[in-house]
Structures are given as C-alpha cells and as structure tokens.
C-alpha cells in the first residue's frame, strides 16, 4: 500500500505492505506489516479494513505506525458498530505512542481499541496458516524484521518464506530475516556516496549484500525516500546481488 521511505511521497504513502495467505478451507488471511503515513486511505481503496486479521508495526517512527490513528478511528467509531478486537503487535511503546498520537494526555490511556502484542526475539505469531516471527534489528530505535512462513500461492502443497527488513542496517537480525527467503523485502535508504551515518538504514550495496548472503531468490527494494535517485540505488542493489530486484511501487503485487 505504501513504499515510501521516511515519509509520504508524491507517487505513494509511506511504508505500509499488505501479505496475504489462503488456508485449507480457502479462506484469506490478510496480515498488515506497518501503517505508516497515508496507508489508512491506501487499505481503504483495496478491501474493508474489517477483514484485515493482523497488524505488525516494525518500529514507531511515524513512516511505520502513523496511520493506525485512522485505524483507530475507524475501528471505533463506523456506523454499524466497533470493529472486533484487531491484533496490533509492535515494540514495548505502542499503545502509548498511539495514545500521544491522538492527542491524548492521560499517561495511562492506551490508543485504540486494540489487541495489543509486544513482539519478543525468534518467537512467532500465527495469524492463519502463516507464522510471522520478529528479529531485533539495527535502527535508532526499538526496531524489528520479520520471517514469514506459511503456504505458497504459486506451488500447492509448498511453503515458502517472506523477510522483511523494517528499518535497518547490516546485523545479525537481519541476517535472520534476509537467509533462504523466497521473497525479501529489504529497506535501501541511504545513498552510499551521500549516506555515511551507520547503525539507521541500509545503503543499495549494503541492501545487495544482505540478499546475496541469504540467498535470496527475488528482492523488493523498498523505502527510497523522494529525494534519492532511485535507479542509482537499484544498480547498486544489483553490483553486488546478481537475482531478479523490483523497486517497490504502490499497488505492485508479488506472488510466491
Ligand atoms: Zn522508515
Ligand atoms: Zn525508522
């Protein structure tokens, strides 16, 4: 829904991924990793925020979470009555950061009407036939990636595995995230040449590493703020990760 890096942009909302997933039954399962600045409307041009069974928030930079504030309001306050209790995971602040979010000035209030999660290392979370399992990643802030296990839409009967970086740069989370993924979706913010503070994002190089040490079988390039050139961060992803590698863009689908 929203690719964006560290903010809105002109062409798409910030970081905002859409990861869906049939059981048996053929029922859809639909997780949100992040809600980030403009994603709320974004969810709303694709399906009844209803049927969303899960979100994930990687970390509380607004880029990630901003838009649960809508969420929030939607789940309240639609006509037809609040929405069941929607699973939110996120970092140890959550509910408080959503609380200050909406303007709220009790210490002790929680935003939302959520089901609130605090993710802890390796340990995963079913949300239907999927498992979405955090790694402690390297940002500013209390940051996670994630693994995420479950049927393959392409191959019947094969499981296959999703990474997502969140915000980072090079770690041993990442590593986790990024080894044997059929699908990784991994951050490249900095500019190698303009770039050079280490330990908040990943540079295209940096990006391209990752993927090639895992192994990655196609990468997603994602969180290119408006203001990098983004065919120079692709080619860098590409000097040193030799596999198929997508810019994200608004709207684009993968299936694996
Ligand atoms: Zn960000
Ligand atoms: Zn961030």
């Known amino acids: 829904m929203g690719c964006t890096g560290s903010l809105a942009g002109p062409r798409s909302p910030a970081s905002s991924y859409l990861v869906q997933t049939r059981d048996k039954a053929g029922r859809l399962w639909t997780a949100s990793l992040d809600m980030g600045s403009g994603a709320f409307g974004a969810l709303q041009a694709v399906m009844p925020p209803e049927a969303l069974d899960f979100v994930g928030i990687s970390h509380l930079h607004p880029d990630h979470c901003a838009d649960l504030t809508g969420l929030a309001v939607y789940a309240k306050y639609r006509p037809g009555g609040a929405m069941a209790s929607l699973p939110v995971y996120g970092p140890q602040d959550t509910p408080h950061h959503l609380a200050e979010l909406q303007y709220s000035h009790d210490p002790d209030s929680e935003g939302g009407d959520f089901n609130y999660g605090v993710w802890s290392q390796g340990v995963g979370i079913p949300v239907g036939p999927m498992t979405i399992t955090p790694y402690r990643v390297l940002h500013p802030v209390e940051a996670w990636g994630f693994r995420l296990d479950g049927p393959s839409d392409s191959v019947p009967g094969r499981q296959v595995t999703m990474g997502y970086s969140g915000d980072t740069d090079t770690c041993d989370g990442l590593t986790e995230v990024a080894a044997g993924t059929d699908l990784l979706l991994i951050e490249a913010a900095f500019e190698q040449d303009r770039d050079v503070a280490r330990g908040v994002h ?54 694996i």
């Open 202 to 255: 990943l540079t295209g190089e940096r990006a391209g590493q990752v993927a090639r040490a895992g192994r990655a079988k196609r990468v997603v390039v994602t969180h290119v703020p408006p203001w990098n050139r983004a065919a120079l961060t692709l080619s860098a992803v590409a000097s040193k990760y030799s596999g198929p590698i997508y810019l994200a863009k608004r709207w684009a689908s993968y299936v």
